[in-house]
């Protein structure tokens, strides 16, 4: 569920807390465990930054109140029993105040490099995949599909040519010592086109992204 979603009726604790588990929805690695209260919910729901219920402190607790080290509401969901939460999230830095990324990684632990975010791949190609199986009107994926191998596999020759020149545009920016901030946006939304369509392109031939990454990881010495 997403944030403006309706959760179900969570089964709280005689203490009025429930479990919640915290993961990084960049790659799911979970890193951390506390507690929410009716409170610590409403509070994450309404402001979008991840809050607590402190039972040290026994008062509402916004992660990152102190350090800076908030967590980005992304997902919110509970399990079978409603008596336990998930809550994905988006860390703005080391999640744990040992300065490593997990509560679960080993004491003295360096803090991980950022993730690329490719996991969000996951859920545009569920999209495109519920778009090949149901053909919604209105949709362009859907007129895509519908158009056969011959305009699905089109685009994504176009969005390889875009991608050339935003790259060498965003290349003779840099050697005149202009600012990249446009072409570097130009350059990235390029290649977002390009990833969008070659994916299309995979769900209207029948494949999937699995097998393309089963073909990367036969060539893992690059």
């Known amino acids: 569920m997403t944030p403006g979603d309706a959760l179900p009726a969570i089964r709280y604790g005689a203490d009025g807390l429930v479990p919640a588990v915290v993961q990084d929805a960049a790659d799911g690695r979970v890193l951390m465990v506390a507690w929410m209260d009716a409170e610590a919910l409403d509070a994450t729901l309404a402001t979008g930054e991840v809050h607590f219920h402190s039972r040290s402190r026994g008062r509402l607790w916004r992660k990152g109140e102190t ?27 080391p999640t744990c105040h040992r300065g490593t990324r997990s509560c679960f990684d080993a004491d003295g632990a360096p803090a991980a490099a950022p993730t690329q975010g490719f996991a969000w791949l996951d859920q545009l190609w569920s999209t495109i995949a519920d778009r090949a199986e149901r053909r919604p009107q209105g949709s362009y994926t859907t007129q895509l599909l519908d158009g056969g191998v011959d305009l699905a596999s089109r685009k994504v020759a176009e969005e390889a040519t875009e991608v050339v020149i935003a790259a060498k545009n965003d290349a003779a920016a840099e050697s005149a010592g202009a600012d990249r901030g446009e072409t570097r946006k130009e350059l990235a939304g390029e290649v977002a086109d390009l990833l969008y369509h070659a994916l299309v392109t995979l769900a209207e031939r029948g494949l999937e992204p699995a097998d393309v990454i089963g073909v990367l990881r036969a060539r893992s010495a690059f």
Request: aromatic share 0%.
């Open 67 to 93: 350090s800076g080290n908030v967590l980005k509401l992304r997902a919110i969901a509970t399990d079978c029993d409603d008596d336990a939460i998930l809550v994905t999230a988006e860390p703005a830095a």
